[in-house]
């Protein structure tokens, strides 16, 4: 009797050397005095096969994520947070990878809503020499790791288009080795690296491009210490647009006397909901047995996110915005967004309500959840600078959470449980603003025509002189509106059914409501 399905397939050899095979052994060996199987380690260890036949480019980044230990700030399973392909959801919905796979500019994607540092080449924008040169580097290092997309037949292989990593380089007989991920086909193998090229110097016939490589590694520091773009409302497109094509054309367009007149021209001109675009990222805890104490690496973070605070309302360009909202008349309706400040008891409740189904694991859930008490307040011990917590009693059905939102703030004005009481000054619009316009690429204001002007506002909006952690949080964000331009481009829509949007994006709150864009746990 003939037993259904197809178990493994024998590896077309050659071309490619079997990782297990004698010779793949000595090749193995040989890489490592040659010092370029140090990524290997790495990825050996979290090598993953992948769940569904077309899930090759999830299991493929899933299991680069975790080899460079980036944390997805989300649970997987019970308490654990751990990239897996179910999460990968972002850019691509999960049933229709399931179907027809991914494409190489949604990994990329991907890649970026997981919070890595991602460079990304097509064969057409880069040459084998370049290919060598990054294969090379990231096999002798565990902080960069290579994912290629290639096409199967160069290699006398069943099936079409396929990901895999690479998971180290030898020099001497110039081979690559791939660490396939579909193991219940073939098993990892050696390939010449000129025949590696021609395998991804092939069109995929679903997006009419070239295949290519992806570098992969761990940023430098957590993406969105303080500020992020959300994706999450559905005018993010027009907004990113906006901010992108059309502030240009706008400067460019009229005979601006001074920079307010700028502000004036190109926040009544804001797209609507333009509030949910623009995010600070806050800190959501479970509190244990009634206990308010910070950690030091929860004090660490808080003093991070607060001393960005500071740089940016120490900048020139913040005074600029203070003085052009404080005049800006609060009937205007498409101005409103821009001068609303809640107090933080009046939007406790959402925010703890909202960091408890995070913590529960029911970011999806329709089930109810609502706060029996909340409370905002100011915790100082020994000579430590005083702390906010937003603190609340969360529940849902016969369960009760406690849970403690940190806030960063630069000054502190009240505490406690009753109307009357609020901190002082938390991040709000003007910061927010601030960091937008410094945001904005520098080419935005080319086309000020008064020389004066231009002089000034490129004074106003120039990174080269901040602070450092103001400096990096800024170009976060202006990366952050390339890749979400990008996107509209390829009309790539990502999809924020998941809490993960653009890089690390859990939770968030509408600057009109409560200006808490992010909640990371």
């Not at 990878?97 to 494409?103: L, T």
């Not at 808080?302 to 960005?308: G, H, I, P």
């Not at 970011?363 to 609502?370: G, Q």
Request: aromatic share 8%.
């Amino acid at each position: 009797m003939a037993m259904a399905g197809l178990y493994r397939r024998m590896l077309p050899s050659p071309p490619a050397i079997d990782f297990a095979s004698s010779e793949g052994k000595q090749l193995f060996l040989e890489a490592i005095q040659g010092g370029t199987m140090e990524g290997f380690y790495r990825l050996i260890s979290y090598f993953q096969t992948q769940s569904e036949p077309a899930y090759c480019g999830l299991a493929s980044l899933s299991m680069v994520l975790n080899a460079l230990a980036i944390d997805p700030g989300r649970k997987w399973k019970g308490p654990w947070r751990w990239f897996d392909e179910s999460m990968l959801d972002c850019c691509e919905p999960l049933e229709k990878v399931k179907e027809k796979g991914i494409s190489f500019g949604k990994l990329v994607c991907l890649a970026h809503c997981a919070g890595a540092k991602v460079e990304a080449f097509r064969t057409n924008q880069s040459t084998i020499d370049d290919f060598r040169k990054y294969i090379t580097q990231c096999s002798a290092s565990e902080d960069c790791h290579v994912i290629s997309s290639y096409y199967r037949g160069a290699f006398k292989q069943t099936g079409t288009g396929h990901f895999s990593p690479i998971g180290g380089y030898h020099a001497g007989r110039d081979m690559a080795l791939i660490l396939d991920v579909a193991r219940f086909k073939y098993p990892p193998h050696w390939v010449p690296l000129t025949l590696l090229w021609e395998a991804m110097d092939r069109v995929d016939d679903a997006t009419g491009q070239r295949r290519g490589f992806v570098l992969v590694s761990r940023p430098h520091r957590e993406p969105g210490l303080l500020y992020t773009l959300s994706c999450k409302h559905e005018n993010w497109v027009g907004i990113a647009k906006y901010l992108v094509d059309e502030v240009p054309k706008i400067v460019k367009s009229k005979d601006f006397k001074d920079f307010e007149e700028v502000l004036t021209i190109l926040f009544t001109s804001l797209p609507s909901n333009f509030g949910e675009f623009v995010k600070w990222v806050a800190e959501v805890r479970r509190r244990e047995d009634g206990d308010h104490s910070l950690s030091q690496e929860e004090k660490g973070r808080l003093a991070l996110k607060e001393e960005v605070l500071r740089q940016v309302q120490e900048t020139l360009l913040f005074k600029h915005v203070v003085t052009f909202l404080s005049s800006v008349n609060s009937c205007c309706r498409s101005m409103s967004v821009l001068v609303h400040k809640n107090e933080l008891p009046d939007i406790a409740e959402k925010v703890c309500c909202q960091g408890a189904r995070i913590l529960a694991g029911k970011f999806d859930s329709s089930e109810r959840f609502y706060c029996r008490e909340t409370c905002v307040k100011c915790l100082k011990a020994n000579s430590d600078k005083p702390v906010t917590l937003v603190s609340g009693t969360v529940v849902n059905g016969s369960i009760e959470q406690e849970v403690d939102v940190l806030v960063p703030s630069s000054q502190i004005g009240g505490c406690g449980c009753g109307p009357s009481n609020y901190i002082g000054i938390y991040p709000v619009g003007n910061d927010i603003l601030t960091v937008l316009i410094l945001a904005l690429p520098k080419e935005t204001w080319s086309g000020i025509r008064d020389e004066k002007l231009s002089r000034q506002i490129l004074g106003l909006v120039t990174t080269e002189n901040l602070p450092t952690l103001l400096q990096e949080e800024v170009l976060h964000l202006r990366r952050q509106l390339h890749i979400l331009r990008r996107c509209q481009e390829n009309k790539v829509v990502p999809s924020c059914r998941s809490k993960c949007c653009l890089p690390r994006v859990q939770m968030t709150w509408s600057m009109t409501e409560s200006y808490f864009p992010e909640i990371k746990t």
